[in-house]
Nanobody, 120 residues
Framework: QVQLVESGGGLVQPGGSLRLSCAAS????????MGWYRQAPGKEREVVAA???????NYADSVKGRFTISSDNAKNMVYLQMNSLKPEDTAVYFC??????????????WGQGTQVTVSS
């Protein structure tokens, strides 16, 4: 089993910054990729940013230039630095790890979610 624990959400004013962290533990043989998703009330979950084990990154158009995803592969951690936050960034943010937990066996794991609220 693999457990993901997120931290760093909260309430911030428009234009402010937050940094989310997600730590994975458990039976991890290799991590293929990590990502951050978000889900706002009444909306579907959407990908925000992703990073491969090799360091390649992708971002949703809505966050490009404002958010930065990074990882510490040795610690099985992924981060999301969020700058210039807007009210429309308000959502529950989830981390996701694509984990190889044994030879030839891969599974996606999710964090419990952390609330980010951008409001004055």
């Amino acid at each position: 089993q693999v457990q993901l624990v997120e931290s760093g959400g909260g309430l911030v004013q428009p234009g402010g910054s937050l940094r989310l962290s997600c730590a994975a533990s458990g039976s991890i043989f290799k991590i293929n990729a990590m990502g951050w998703y978000r889900q706002a009330p009444g909306k579907e979950r959407e990908v925000v940013a992703a990073i491969t084990s090799g360091g390649s990154t992708n971002y949703a158009d809505s966050v490009k230039g404002r958010f930065t995803i990074s990882s510490d592969n040795a610690k099985n951690m992924v981060y999301l630095q969020m700058n210039s936050l807007k009210p429309e960034d308000t959502a529950v943010y989830f981390c996701n790890f694509d984990v190889v937990y044994s030879i030839g066996a891969t599974r996606a794991y999710w964090g419990q979610g952390t609330q980010v609220t951008v409001s004055s």
